[in-house]
């Protein structure tokens, strides 16, 4: 059965740190990309970040570049989100996602991913 599972995610001040984890089971990253995507009370769900597994291959949306970094680790079957420079806009539900697809610009689209975590809450606040 293939699942992802989220962890991680939580309360912070501004300016601080989290690092959210999703663990695959039921098949292997290999050959897969995986992306991080949140969605924010009201608004569509976006694409944060995406790594493609067999070469590292990665893409970051403007607003996160230069603050939070996208990684694998294909021994443990998990990828990592590392979120520095926490902002009140980065307020979000935020999911894991696996796309057995290609990497190109389709992957900043949802409808392009297999499988879907079930989010987990990330909350910057003073």
């Known amino acids: 059965q293939v699942q992802l599972v989220e962890s991680g995610g939580g309360l912070v001040q501004p300016g601080g740190s989290l690092r959210l984890s999703c663990a695959a089971s039921g098949f292997t990253l290999d050959y897969y990309i995986m992306g991080w995507f949140r969605q924010a009370p009201g608004k569509e769900r976006e694409v944060v970040s995406c790594i493609r597994s067999n070469d590292e291959s990665t893409y970051y949306t403007n607003t996160v570049k230069g603050r939070f970094t996208i990684s694998i680790d294909n021994a443990k079957n998990t990828v990592y989100l590392e979120m520095n420079s926490l902002k009140p806009e980065d307020t979000a539900v935020y999911y894991c996602?696996?796309?057995?697809?290609?990497?190109?610009?389709?992957?900043?689209?949802?409808?392009?991913?297999?499988?879907w975590g079930q989010g987990i809450q990330v909350t910057v606040s003073s």
């Open positions: 996602a696996a796309s057995s697809g290609t990497w190109g610009p389709w992957i900043i689209k949802r409808s392009s991913y297999n499988y």
